[in-house]
């Protein structure tokens, strides 16, 4: 039960066959790109950079301006697409895609002046000095992301990475091409150059072709497995990346919670997109005080949600066939290991298509794989502890750290739990909302990730910030310029001295 295929065209070239993932009927074909098509749309972008920089933030944000409007104009057309490649319900395409996107949109295209704007920075020591800092653009960027978010996870970094003054070449999931291909089309029907937002379509070896061919930077966002070879392939041809990576995320049920809304927020965060989230909440632990009542209000709320393919559902397909062995898999192997499904555990049938059935497993430990492997599926496994303390541990002892969540009445403790966890991100009483606040940083901790996107610190890593130091005051000599002579060494000594041997000094220095 394959969703995508690939095949031989006449001329030799592979050609990539796309089914929807909840009915299977076939949405379409597209040829694969190559090297060559690679090196074209290089050669374009670098043609086309320049200029685009050269217009300023002022000029881009009317780009970005332009393309939010077009994008609300033609929204249903957008989720029509991204609906056959993902499965998902327009509910779920408008408000995770749609919305987002719109956000990012309008957002970076203001935030980017503020950010990346040239600024003086006082100095502390050269006083006469001035340094001027620049954000220059690093030239073509080159993103490539997964299939769980063919739309937003496309755009995000896009128009960061436009709003520097970068051009863009996109390189989506040979699992949901034509979700991934919008980004482009976006720019495009909105009257931007097109060689400035292009996309090349394929597998892992256009991703690689791509990271080869020449690009500034590469902003991937999938695996870790694949991020460790995106990482490598970087190293080699010494180009910045970010790596936005897998996740294992943790929810911690503290004794005085709110049972009700930490359920809530339970299954919605481990059911959203049916699972397929980076962010999901996997693990749950729960202090033995509350557990029953949770695992009570979390089955009662799992067991009433929809698979569907059409009109009004809670639960989408799986968007990847092959997941579904992987949650099998992992259910299976928590069963064996004595947990218990409370609900769910089983495919789904009745669409067609590749549907698992929202699962809760209660009895989890931390010998199953569904506490310690990512399952990316609509599978909640939950773990009664005795206190904070033991869930705080159990929530660190992973190789993942994306995001995680705390449940308490008592804010300031949970942010003290929060500020345990060994994590990107933390949400108190929601489940992880981080990736929508777009003024945060985001990224992941340990294995999931290496830098960030988003805020300040996202936007600054598409650009090379760039000191130039003037001199305010003409300096009348040169202490450490040759000659070296005993003289000039002896005023770096009282120099020395002045700035750290003594409190004044070491208050100016
Ligand atoms: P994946 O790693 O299999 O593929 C991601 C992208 O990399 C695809 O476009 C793929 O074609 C490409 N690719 C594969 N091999 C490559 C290579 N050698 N060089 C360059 N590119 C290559 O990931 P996936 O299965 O598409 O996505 C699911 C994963 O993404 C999950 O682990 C999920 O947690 C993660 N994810 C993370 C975030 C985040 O922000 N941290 C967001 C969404 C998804």
């Given at each position: 039960m394959?969703v995508?295929?690939?095949?031989?065209?006449?001329?030799?070239?592979?050609?990539?066959?796309?089914q929807h993932p909840g009915t299977l009927a076939?949405t379409?074909?597209?040829?694969?790109?190559?090297?060559?098509?690679?090196?074209?749309?290089?050669?374009?972008?670098?043609?086309?950079?320049?200029?685009?920089?050269?217009?300023?933030?002022?000029?881009?944000?009317?780009?970005?301006?332009?393309?939010?409007?077009?994008?609300?104009?033609?929204?249903e057309?957008?989720i029509d697409v991204i609906v056959q490649d993902t499965g998902r319900s327009r509910f779920e395409a408008r408000f995770l895609e749609i919305?987002?996107?719109?956000?990012?949109?309008?957002?970076?295209?203001?935030?980017?002046?503020?950010?990346?704007?040239?600024?003086?920075?006082?100095?502390?020591?050269?006083?006469?000095?001035?340094?001027?800092?620049?954000?220059?653009?690093?030239?073509?960027?080159?993103?490539?992301?997964?299939w769980n978010?063919p739309?937003?996870?496309?755009?995000?970094?896009?128009?960061?990475?436009?709003?520097?003054?970068?051009?863009?070449?996109?390189?989506?999931?040979?699992?949901t091409?034509?979700a991934?291909?919008?980004?482009?089309?976006?720019?495009?029907?909105?009257?931007?150059?097109?060689?400035?937002?292009?996309?090349?379509?394929?597998?892992?070896?256009?991703?690689?072709?791509?990271?080869?061919?020449?690009?500034?930077?590469?902003?991937?966002?999938?695996?870790?497995?694949?991020?460790?070879?995106?990482?490598?392939?970087?190293?080699?041809?010494?180009?910045?990346?970010?790596?936005?990576?897998?996740?294992?995320?943790?929810?911690?049920?503290?004794?005085?919670?709110?049972?009700?809304?930490?359920?809530?927020?339970?299954v919605f965060?481990s059911m959203v997109i049916t699972g397929q989230f980076?962010?999901s909440?996997?693990?749950?632990?729960?202090?033995?005080?509350?557990?029953?009542?949770?695992?009570?209000?979390?089955?009662e709320k799992v067991a009433a949600l929809r698979t569907g393919t059409e009109g009004e559902f809670d639960i989408g397909a799986i968007i990847r066939a092959?997941q579904l062995?992987?949650i099998?898999?992992?259910?299976?192997?928590?069963?064996?290991?004595?947990?218990?499904?409370?609900v769910g555990g089983h495919r789904v049938t009745d669409h067609g298509g590749n549907f698992y059935a929202p699962t809760v497993?209660?009895?989890?430990?931390?010998?199953?794989?569904?506490?310690?492997?990512?399952?990316f599926g609509p599978v909640v496994?939950?773990?009664?502890?005795?206190?904070?303390?033991?869930?705080?541990?159990?929530?660190?002892?992973?190789?993942?750290?994306?995001?995680?969540?705390?449940?308490?009445?008592?804010?300031?403790?949970?942010?003290?739990?929060?500020?345990?966890?060994?994590?990107?991100?933390?949400?108190?009483?929601?489940?992880?909302?981080?990736?929508?606040?777009?003024?945060?940083?985001?990224?992941?901790?340990?294995?999931?990730?290496?830098?960030?996107?988003?805020?300040?610190?996202?936007?600054?890593?598409?650009?090379?910030?760039?000191?130039?130091?003037?001199?305010?005051?003409?300096?009348?000599?040169?202490?450490?310029?040759?000659?070296?002579?005993?003289?000039?060494?002896?005023?770096?000594?009282?120099?020395?001295?002045?700035?750290?041997?003594?409190?004044?000094?070491?208050?100016?220095?």
């Open positions: 394959a995508v295929q690939f095949k031989q065209a006449p001329d030799g070239g592979r050609v990539l066959h796309t076939p379409g074909s597209i040829p694969v790109d190559g090297p060559a098509e690679v090196a074209a749309a290089m050669a374009r972008a670098r043609a086309a950079q320049p200029a685009w920089a050269a217009l300023g933030f002022k000029g881009r944000r009317a780009a970005m301006e332009r393309a939010l409007t077009h994008l609300l104009d033609h929204t057309d957008f919305l987002p996107a719109c956000d990012a949109l309008r957002f970076f295209g203001k935030f980017a002046a503020k950010a990346l704007k040239t600024r003086r920075v006082g100095m502390h020591l050269l006083r006469h000095k001035s340094l001027r800092l620049e954000y220059r653009p690093r030239g073509v960027i080159g993103v490539i992301t997964p978010g739309f937003i996870l496309g755009v995000s970094p896009t128009v960061q990475a436009l709003m520097a003054g970068n051009a863009v070449i996109v390189k989506p999931s040979e699992i091409p034509h991934g291909a919008l980004v482009a089309r976006l720019f495009a029907e909105s009257g931007l150059d097109e060689r400035l937002v292009q996309v090349v379509q394929g597998d892992g070896a256009t991703g690689a072709a791509l990271i080869d061919g020449g690009v500034d930077m590469i902003s991937f966002t999938g695996s870790v497995a694949t991020g460790r070879k995106v990482g490598e392939a970087c190293g080699r041809n010494l180009i910045p990346a970010t790596l936005e990576l897998g996740g294992k995320d943790a929810m911690i049920v503290c004794g005085d919670a709110d049972v009700d809304r930490a359920a809530g927020g339970c965060g980076c962010c909440t996997e693990r749950v632990y729960v202090v033995e005080a509350v557990h029953d009542r949770f695992v009570d209000a979390v089955v092959d062995d992987i099998e898999r992992q259910v299976a192997d928590a069963v064996a290991k004595g947990a218990t499904v409370a497993i209660t009895g989890a430990t931390h010998d199953m794989l569904v506490m310690t492997e990512e399952t496994a939950i773990m009664k502890v005795a206190d904070e303390a033991e869930a705080v541990r159990l929530a660190n002892d992973t190789s993942y750290g994306l995001s995680g969540t705390v449940w308490s009445k008592d804010r300031k403790r949970a942010v003290r739990l929060a500020e345990q966890l060994d994590t990107g991100s933390v949400c108190v009483n929601d489940s992880c909302v981080t990736y929508g606040a777009l003024e945060a940083p985001f990224g992941g901790a340990r294995n999931s990730g290496v830098g960030v996107t988003h805020g300040v610190d996202g936007m600054r890593s598409y650009c090379l910030p760039r000191p130039i130091l003037v001199d305010r005051i003409a300096p009348t000599e040169e202490m450490v310029w040759f000659p070296y002579q005993a003289a000039k060494e002896d005023k770096i000594k009282k120099a020395i001295a002045f700035l750290w041997k003594n409190p004044l000094g070491r208050l100016l220095s």
